[in-house]
């Protein structure tokens, strides 16, 4: 590791030297990539740094600890302690900021919300979510932008995409894609009994124009009027589209917006994320494996995270994390849940394992 720090600390210094340098300066995608790699490496060398420090005081303090007696010996002790800790700690840090990176780490996610199991209860659940998250957002000072919604007859979403942008959204929201399970009294239920349904959420990291390149011979485009819960037109134009992507049956639909050319440019935004999707599954050997992981049947055998409002109980099965604080969560505070994802994601790769 000693080594690749070394040679990572050269490379700063050159990254550093380039960056002040006018020519850079008129080539803003060169210069944006430079100070994107600048930030990556300003990291590891701040940490590089330090733990060369540390390393150094350890050492000191360990010979002064053999040559010392009395309070200083005590003094030299806790001295080593500390710089011992620093060392471990530095090192850990440092040994997850040399892990490959996420190819999507930096990237805007696109989010798709639908009801699965449990008919109209399961649509106001999508809903749910979907508010939960915009409050998540809310917190962390992401953007959300609404992308197309399907709104059923009773308030909910038969299913909703939406854009979300701001530092670190992939890191987090990535765990957020699976089976989501509620158990709750729905209010189409007159005896009061307890109904178990389910929401798919599907997370999809951003694509742009250069990833993922469409051929218009490829693409069928349908336009028809925009309809409402219930099937009903509230639109008297022909301004929903509809776009197939004839190679791999992919469909887009979109129809929120009044205009045919901004609803056509949001199905290609969505559908561009969803192939950039599936190119990464299939480089990685793992065609449609990981979507399907998330999106599963939608059945509500299958899911990451149940939320029981009886009990104010949520409970992430993958990592058996349980709260009392549904109330909480669903107000977006997720922090907890997505800490303790994230740091079972670093610890599972700092292992080895998938």
Do not use: C
Request: charged residues 35%.
């Amino acid at each position: 590791m000693l080594d690749r720090l070394e040679a990572l600390e050269r490379e700063f210094a050159d990254v550093e030297v380039r960056l002040a340098d006018p020519d850079v300066h008129r080539d803003q995608a060169r210069y944006a990539d430079l100070a994107r790699r600048h930030k990556e490496l300003a990291a590891i060398v701040e940490r590089s740094r330090r733990l060369r420090e540390r390393s150094g005081d350890l050492e000191a303090a360990r010979e002064m600890f053999s040559e010392s007696s009395g309070e200083d010996r005590e003094a030299m002790r806790a001295e080593v302690d500390s710089a011992e800790v620093d060392i471990e700690g530095l090192t850990r840090e440092l040994e997850l900021l040399l892990l490959p990176k996420d190819p999507n780490e930096g990237r805007n996610v696109i989010v798709e919300i639908r009801g699965a199991e449990g008919g109209e209860e399961a649509n106001l659940f999508a809903r749910d979510l979907f508010e939960m998250y915009r409050a998540w957002a809310a917190r962390m000072g992401w953007a959300v932008e609404v992308l197309g919604s399907a709104p059923s007859d009773m308030g909910g979403y038969n299913e909703v995409s939406f854009l979300v942008r701001g530092d670190g959204v992939w890191t987090r929201m990535k765990h957020e894609g699976g089976p989501h399970r509620v158990q709750r009294v729905p209010v189409t239920e007159a005896q009061g009994r307890i109904h178990t349904s389910s929401a798919t959420v599907t997370v999809l990291p951003e694509a742009e124009e250069v990833d993922v390149r469409l051929d218009p011979g490829e693409l069928q485009v349908d336009v028809y009027r925009s309809s409402g819960p219930g099937g009903q037109s509230v639109n008297t134009t022909d301004s929903a589209v509809r776009i197939t992507h004839k190679p791999t049956g992919l469909v887009v639909s979109m129809q929120d917006e009044k205009s045919q050319i901004q609803n056509r440019a949001r199905a290609l935004q969505v559908l561009r994320s969803r192939l950039l999707r599936l190119e990464q599954e299939r480089q990685a050997s793992e065609q449609s494996e990981a979507r399907r992981d998330q999106v599963g049947g939608g059945g509500r055998s299958e899911k990451i995270r149940t939320y029981n409002f009886k009990e104010n109980r949520v409970s992430d099965h993958r990592i058996g994390l349980t709260l009392y604080k549904l109330d909480k969560v669903l107000a977006g505070e997720l922090d907890e849940i997505s800490d303790a994802l994230v740091h079972d994601e670093q610890a599972r790769r700092l292992t080895g394992e998938p």
